[in-house]
T-cell receptor, first 111, second 114 residues
Framework: TQLLEQSPQFLSIQEGENLTVYCNSSSVFSSLQWYRQEPGEGPVLLVTVVTGGEVKKLKRLTFQFGDARKDSSLHITAAQPGDTGLYLCAGASTNTDKLIFGTGTRLQVFP | GAGVSQTPSNKVTEKGKYVELRCDPISGHTALYWYRQSLGQGPEFLIYFQGTGAADDSGLPNDRFFAVRPEGSVSTLKIQRTERGDSAVYLC????????????FGPGTRLTVT
């Protein structure tokens, strides 16, 4: 069974702080996606990383895919209250056409 | 354009009853996914359709769960003899080609079994 563990599970910080969320697995994925989900809504795709070692930036968010394509990280610089939400990583399996979602990191940014 | 829609948004039912949850994907999207999400957790894969056929139903927890997509568009997730443990948010997503392309999620149906 492919599992994606995220850490930390909860994160509560002040506006302006930096943070990193980790997504780890013992399995190799063909690609990895990061989503953000707000209460009462479905997840919304932030980014997809495909190549081992790939780094993508989306404004204040930096995403990295591990060299072995087993792990990923999301770094947020100067967090803002609008960044509050549930962050989910999701791996695309190399064998099947489905996504395996991580356990989630709930971020709360206080003004 | 219209996104993925799900109805009802909330469903409360008694233990043992039958429920149907509906998903309207984005027009033209051939792939449709159902997930189940418990509070504070990541979505759990249930079933994936490519067109009218279920390409992967390995996530359905047991034979009380069944899903159809008869015309390759709208899908219905059916749960028989509901149990309290079935309470969760059921999410539907569609994508143009499959896992290789972006999945667009609906807002979900919150199912509560009393």
């Amino acid at each position: 069974t492919q599992l994606l563990e995220q850490s930390p599970q909860f994160l509560s910080i002040q506006e302006g702080e930096n943070l990193t969320v980790y997504c780890n697995s013992s399995s190799v994925f063909s690609s990895l996606q990061w989503y953000r989900q707000e209460p009462g809504e479905g997840p919304v795709l932030l980014v997809t990383v495909v190549t081992g070692g790939e780094v993508k930036k989306l404004k204040r968010l930096t995403f990295q895919f591990g060299d072995a394509r087993k792990d990923s990280s999301l770094h947020i610089t100067a967090a803002q209250p609008g960044d509050t939400g549930l962050y989910l990583c999701a791996g695309a399996s190399t064998n099947t056409d489905k996504l395996i979602f991580g356990t989630g990191t709930r971020l709360q940014v206080f003004p | 354009g219209a996104g993925v829609s799900q109805t009802p948004s909330n469903k409360v039912t008694e233990k043992g009853k039958y429920v149907e949850l509906r998903c309207d994907p984005i027009s033209g999207h051939t792939a449709l996914y159902w997930y189940r999400q418990s509070l504070g957790q990541g979505p759990e894969f249930l079933i994936y359709f490519q067109g009218t056929g279920a390409a992967d139903d390995s996530g359905l927890p047991n034979d009380r769960f069944f899903a159809v997509r008869p015309e390759g568009s709208v899908s219905t997730l059916k749960i028989q003899r509901t149990e309290r443990g079935d309470s969760a948010v059921y999410l539907c997503a569609s994508s143009l080609l499959g896992v290789a392309s972006e999945q667009y999620f609906g807002p979900g149906t919150r199912l509560t079994v009393t």
